[in-house]
């Protein structure tokens, strides 16, 4: 599969993954020149996938947009200021969700895979930015959203058939 097909998946994913869980409609957006600084805080929400392929698959959000997500999906306030946890507990929840997704529609619902915990890590609104062109950018209510699916070579694939 061609890297623009994975892209044109992801990006449909997240799309289909905000908009169902947490009532937020990305609309896809040209990848920017990072983040500004005025966002506030950036954090890249990552996890790790084992079994029939290998990778990573990432988000990269503002704290606002994390609280958005929270109020959304759990009914907290989003300007309370003991908040953040559960608003990065959505954005990983989140995350879980468009992994489990996307590696079905690249897979097949046969494909076997390990998920890691989400780890969250605050990232400057240059580290955000970076240079990957298999990135794909939605803006929701305003705020970019950067994810990435990344496959590494040589990982083990999966022939058993199931009975």
């Not at 449909?12 to 409609?25: K, S």
């Not at 966002?39 to 084992?50: A, D, H, M, N, R």
């Not at 097949?108 to 794909?136: C, H, S, Y």
Request: some cysteine.
């Amino acid at each position: 599969m061609s890297e623009k097909n994975e892209r044109a998946i992801l990006a449909e994913v997240v799309a289909r993954v905000f908009q169902q869980t947490a009532f937020l409609f990305p609309e896809p957006a040209e990848s920017p020149a990072g983040i500004s600084a005025a966002e506030g805080k950036v954090y890249e929400i990552s996890l790790t996938f084992s079994g029939d392929r290998e990778g990573d698959v990432s988000l990269v959000m503002t704290e606002a947009l994390c609280r958005e997500l929270a109020a959304n999906v759990l009914g907290e306030d989003p300007t309370d200021d003991d908040t953040l946890e559960k608003a990065l507990d959505a954005a990983k929840e989140t995350l879980n969700i468009i992994a489990g997704q996307y590696l079905i529609e690249m897979f097949g619902n046969k494909a076997l895979f390990n998920l890691t915990a989400p780890q969250v890590a605050e990232v400057t609104p240059e580290q955000a930015a970076g240079d990957r062109t298999d990135r794909v950018c939605s803006l929701v209510e305003g705020h970019p959203v950067f994810a990435t699916a990344a496959m590494r070579a040589g990982a083990y694939e999966h022939t058993r058939t199931g009975r």
